[in-house]
């Protein structure tokens, strides 16, 4: 009885040793055997292995995700977690998006150490809450050259007349028909987001790419200035699914299908969500971001076909 309780004791040492060369991002795989040698059989080339998952499998039942990369595990959830409000995940949201612009490398990795020392806190909702913000932050006062443009396509929002623009895409000249909605900004770029009526869609033109805008003697329809996409979620998503900032649930069908509306997020970004749902999300409406969607799908699979075959 003895002996079984010294053997526990030394696998839980064992354990908490790992548990700091992650915490500590330290855990190279040489270190990481070195704590498990005791337990390897050197005539086995298969033992290492056994005996690595096994620890590691340890973690997973308390919820600790790690993974190996290159040469070196690392941590991808932690113990516990902490309660992250809107206001903090949005800030969080805006480091993110900053890091590449800094001009100072070292600067820039201490600030990606931070933030992955933060999402190592954060619970899954928190994570899809992060992932999912579509909050416009004003980034405006970075483009001080652009401020003549920018106001001007400030006013044309204001106006909602139907406007025809001009502007240069892989240094080819289109002209486009469409209602202007806001304009946007990240840290590189400020965008006049319009409503494509052709396409049914709305589109960023980076305003520095804007050559020309016309405006038409038409008043825009009041319904093309709010984008609406209707989708259904399937089996288990639709009961674990949470609402993002800019949708609602409609409630359940007679299938258990998870009816959402969603108002106002760039069609790239929502179909780039949607796609990850796989069949288990299904667009409604607007047709043509439906069969936008079909068309990726069936694009996605080709591409499998051809790698297999």
Avoid: W
């Avoid at 001009?166 to 946007?184: A, G, Q, R």
């Avoid at 049914?200 to 709010?226: F, H, V």
């Amino acid at each position: 009885m003895k002996k079984s309780n010294t053997k526990l004791n030394d696998g839980c040492l064992k354990i908490f040793e790992l548990l700091n060369l992650l915490y500590e991002d330290k855990a190279d795989y040489h270190k990481v055997i070195s704590i498990f040698k005791d337990d390897v059989n050197e005539q086995s080339t298969n033992n290492v292995q056994v005996i690595l998952n096994k620890y590691i499998n340890t973690l997973k039942v308390f919820g600790i995700k790690v993974e190996k990369e290159n040469n070196k595990f690392k941590l991808k959830s932690s113990l516990y977690s902490m309660p992250f409000s809107t206001n903090d995940l949005k800030s969080i949201s805006i480091l993110q998006k900053s890091i590449k612009d800094f001009p100072d490398n070292d600067i820039s990795e201490i600030l990606e150490n931070f933030i992955e020392t933060l999402m190592l806190r954060m619970d899954n909702h928190d994570k899809n809450k992060l992932n999912n913000l579509t909050q416009n932050y004003d980034f405006s006062f970075y483009y001080s050259n652009l401020r003549e443009q920018i106001d001007h396509c400030i006013q044309i929002c204001k106006e909602n007349f139907i406007i025809e623009v001009l502007y240069l895409k892989n240094n080819n000249e289109i002209k486009i028909k469409c209602t202007p909605k806001e304009v946007l900004y990240d840290l590189k770029t400020a965008y006049l987001q319009v409503y494509d009526i052709q396409k049914k869609e709305n589109i960023d033109i980076p305003i520095a790419n804007i050559r020309s805008i016309a405006r038409q003697p038409q008043i825009a329809n009041p319904t093309e200035l709010t984008t609406t996409v209707v989708y259904i979620l399937k089996n288990r998503l639709a009961k674990t699914y949470k609402v993002k900032e800019n949708e609602y649930a409609q409630g359940y069908d007679s299938n258990g299908y998870l009816t959402i509306i969603n108002k106002n997020e760039p069609f790239d970004k929502l179909l780039s969500r949607l796609m990850r749902y796989n069949y288990n999300c299904e667009i409604i409406s607007p047709k043509p971001l439906r069969d936008k969607m079909i068309n990726l799908i069936n694009e996605t699979l080709a591409q499998y076909e051809d790698i297999i075959s």
